[in-house]
């Protein structure tokens, strides 16, 4: 079983996530959110990187592996998770409910956290190879039940480490495929 605190987590985000609707604009002025945090999305199933990582034994590269040419680390598909739960807690409820999409065909629709427009070039493969780790970019992943955006992946927080590591700050560097 998952730990109460994870259900009561996602739970809460839940909660959070649909307050934050309910607020009115104006009331929301008053009380700016801080910087990085973003709502917790509810996710169709429950998923814990921590217990993955903790007590399935897995490395990000197991469900992310970055294939060729290396834009996307990608999401898995539902048989990578069948590879274990058609006997790993079949009878929790959570995982009945992804076993029905894999029998239905269907991808689990994850609310996405990371995004960039698609004027924007990006390579997952070429920043790890310059020595960038997943947590640079998406925080300590590894600890965490919930994920929500906790990292920003604006122009601005581009441009920071860029200068910082004296990687090229040039319009056409990210606008368009050189
Ligand atoms: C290598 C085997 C393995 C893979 C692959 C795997 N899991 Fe798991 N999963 C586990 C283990 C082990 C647990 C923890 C069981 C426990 O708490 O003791 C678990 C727990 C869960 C739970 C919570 C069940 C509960 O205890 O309430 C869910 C939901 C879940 N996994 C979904 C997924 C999804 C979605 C994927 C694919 C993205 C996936 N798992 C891939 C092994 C795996
Ligand atoms: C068992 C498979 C599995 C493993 C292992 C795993 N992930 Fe994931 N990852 C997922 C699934 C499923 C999602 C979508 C659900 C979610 O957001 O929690 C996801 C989502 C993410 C996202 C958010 C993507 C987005 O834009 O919505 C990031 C970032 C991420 N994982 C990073 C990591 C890192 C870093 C590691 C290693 C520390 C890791 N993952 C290990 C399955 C896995
Ligand atoms: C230099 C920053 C950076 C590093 C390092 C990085 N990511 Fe990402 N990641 C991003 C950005 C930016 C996006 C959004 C990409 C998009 O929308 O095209 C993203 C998206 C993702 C997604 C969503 C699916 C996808 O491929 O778009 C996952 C999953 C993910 N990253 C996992 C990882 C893992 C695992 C690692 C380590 C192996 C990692 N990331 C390293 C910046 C980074
Ligand atoms: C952790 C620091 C870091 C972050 C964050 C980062 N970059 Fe980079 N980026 C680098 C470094 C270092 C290079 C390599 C520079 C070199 O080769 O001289 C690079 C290279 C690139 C390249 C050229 C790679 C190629 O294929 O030739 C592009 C495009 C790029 N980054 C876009 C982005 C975008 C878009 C973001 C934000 C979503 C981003 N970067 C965030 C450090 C970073
Ligand atoms: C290191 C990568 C990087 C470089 C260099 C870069 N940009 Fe961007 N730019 C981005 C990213 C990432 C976004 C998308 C941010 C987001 O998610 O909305 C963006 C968005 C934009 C947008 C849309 C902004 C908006 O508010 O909708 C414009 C316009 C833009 N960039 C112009 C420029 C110009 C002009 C330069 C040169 C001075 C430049 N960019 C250099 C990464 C970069």
């Not at 490395?59 to 590879?83: L, R, W």
């Amino acid at each position: 079983m998952i730990h109460n605190d994870t259900l009561s987590a996602v739970f809460v985000g839940t909660a959070l996530w649909f307050t934050a609707g309910l607020v009115p604009a104006a009331q929301q002025a008053t009380q700016p959110r801080p910087k990085f945090i973003s709502p917790t999305p509810a996710q169709p199933i429950p998923f814990s990187h921590r217990v993955h990582i903790a007590k399935a034994g897995l490395e990000c590269k197991n469900c992310h592996p970055v294939p060729e040419p290396g834009e996307f680390a990608t999401i898995p598909k539902t048989s990578k998770c069948m590879s274990c739960h058609r006997t790993v807690e079949k009878d929790d409820p959570a995982v009945r409910r992804l076993a029905e999409f894999h029998n239905e065909n269907k991808p689990v629709p994850w609310r996405r956290l990371y995004r960039i427009p698609d004027y924007v070039y990006f390579s997952h493969k070429d920043h790890l190879a310059k020595g960038a780790t997943c947590e640079t970019c998406h925080g300590p992943v590894h600890e965490r039940d919930v994920l929500r955006k906790e990292k920003e992946t604006s122009m601005a927080a581009c441009m920071k480490c860029h200068r910082a590591q004296k990687a090229s700050l040039s319009c056409n560097y990210c606008h368009e495929q050189r």
